[in-house]
């Protein structure tokens, strides 16, 4: 069996909205048994979070040995959105994506996927704003299993919907080339019923996962292709304001 976990860390915030430092964020996910974990929203070097590496908390809070941090961000998130000059690639404070594996990592992939180019309206207190569509992209890596290689991507894709599902499938024909079976797992802001025809061929497993405190809608999915889901939980943790989902292959 293969236990895969997606979580957007909401850069380690506490239920309550609360900073948390690297002994809680390490609690909030340790037991959970994963042997594979994608993590959206993920500080590291924020002064926010405490300068925290926090993908390294949770991996080393979990026994995973190998772990990578892809910045969508660099710098100091608080007073800027800066996207680093190469996607994916920051060696100072950043903010973005991970992976961690039990699994010794054969190769990992980084890359951008589309976004809207221009800003879009919305409102912010009540007034009119414009937006930028953050930079969205993919981190994946092909694990070499006891089972057999396995190819896992994190992502975390566009607020708007009709952008995520330009990314969507952008990203499914990138994991595509790569080994079967394979995972493509995150936040990825699209309900099911958004979500399950532009990724026909691939597994969708469902639970309700934002908000925390009482999901109605599932934003954050573990799409498999190429081996059976038996199990499939949302875990309710002291973290973030979205929900781990929790998803068991049969791999034998």
């Known amino acids: 069996m293969t236990r895969v976990l997606t979580l957007n860390l ?25 042997d ?16 925290v590496d926090q993908a390294r908390v949770v991996a080393d809070a979990l026994g995973l040995e190998h772990v990578r941090f892809a910045a969508t961000l660099a ?9 680093p000059d190469r996607w994916g690639a920051h060696d100072g404070a ?3 994506l991970a992976l961690a594996s039990r699994w010794p990592v054969v190769s990992w992939f980084v890359r951008p996927l ?3 180019p221009v800003r879009y309206p919305v409102l912010r207190e009540g007034r009119p704003a414009l937006r930028d569509d953050e930079r969205r992209g993919v981190l994946a890596a092909v694990l070499a299993t006891p089972s057999g290689l396995l190819s896992v991507a994190s992502a975390h894709l566009s607020l708007l919907a009709p952008v995520a599902a330009v ?7 990138s994991v595509a080339t ?8 995150g936040d990825l802001d699209l309900d099911p019923w958004l979500l399950g025809p532009l990724a026909r061929g691939w597994q969708l497993p469902q639970a309700p996962t934002f908000p925390a405190a009482a999901p109605r ?6 799409l498999v292709q190429g081996a059976p889901v038996v199990a499939v939980e949302a875990l309710d943790l002291p973290v973030s304001d979205h929900r781990g989902l929790l998803v068991t292959l049969d791999r034998r």
Do not use: I
């Not at 594979?36 to 979070?49: H, K, M, N």
């Not at 990314?167 to 024909?173: D, N």
């Open 10 to 34: 909401q850069h380690g915030l506490s239920r309550s909205g609360r900073p948390t430092n690297a002994e809680e964020l390490g609690a909030a996910v340790a037991g959970l048994g994963a």
């Open 36 to 51: 594979v974990v994608a993590l959206q929203e993920v500080d590291r070097g924020q002064p926010r979070s405490g300068g």
């Open 75 to 83: 710098g100091d998130v608080r007073r800027a959105k800066v996207s």
């Open 94 to 96: 950043g903010y973005g």
């Open 114 to 116: 589309p976004r809207l």
């Open 167 to 173: 990314q969507v499938r952008a990203l499914l024909r």
């Open 178 to 185: 790569l080994s079967t079976p394979a995972v493509v797992a």
């Open 217 to 222: 809608r599932q934003l954050d999915h573990v």
